[in-house]
């Protein structure tokens, strides 16, 4: 939140939470983020929108997912690997993680050493891969981020607890992968 407005990413277990802070306060929603179209990171996405507007981002690698998991839901707009999101002060700096999925994004927050992985990034490991490719993708991605992520970003991870790229030492042997 920053400023009168807000973002949301991969809403779906929390939307009851997000609709109270919606209502009671004055935060208008800004951005609709979603790290991959897989179904669960999409489910309370509609009423979210229909009740709080809100721009829906998703990669454009995405779109064919999108399409098998919720037909009827259109992005209001494609995101990029590298592009900036501005909240008020705050910038959201989108990263492509495929692997998990071949659009899969993760958000990070440098301002607030935040890093939302949804399933490419989980503690102890990283979401289900699907063959050969999307396991050569998944560690492309993942040596990125051992790269580029700095050990005291929190991981807000898609499902399971959170961690730190500090506690997750194992990523760091990817880089000799």
């Known amino acids: 939140m ?7 990413i991969d809403v779906s277990e929390s ?8 209502d009671n306060t004055e935060i208008g929603l800004r951005y609709l983020l979603v790290t991959h179209a897989h179904r669960r990171h999409l489910e309370a996405l509609p009423e979210l929108k229909r009740k709080y507007g809100g721009t ?25 690997d590298n592009e900036l999101l501005q909240l008020g002060d705050i910038e959201i700096e989108v990263l492509l993680t ?21 399933s490419s990034f989980l503690k102890r ?9 999307s396991m050569s993708l998944m560690l492309f991605s993942l040596k990125r981020l051992s ?8 991981i807000y991870t898609g ?8 506690n997750e030492g194992w990523i760091q042997c990817l880089r000799s992968a």
């Open 56 to 80: 829906f981002c998703l990669h454009e690698f995405e779109y064919e997912l999108l399409k098998e998991s919720v037909g009827n839901l259109e992005p209001d707009r494609f995101v990029r």
């Open 147 to 154: 790269y580029n992520i700095p050990p005291q970003t929190t």
């Open 159 to 166: 499902s399971g607890d959170l961690t730190t790229m500090a």
């Open 125 to 133: 490991g990283y979401g289900k891969i699907w063959g050969p490719k």
């Open 2 to 8: 920053s400023a009168g407005e807000a973002a949301v």
């Open 15 to 22: 939307c009851d939470d997000i609709y109270k802070i919606l």
């Open 98 to 118: 495929a692997g998990h999925t071949k659009g899969h994004v993760c958000f990070y927050v440098k301002k607030f050493d935040a890093l939302f992985s949804g």
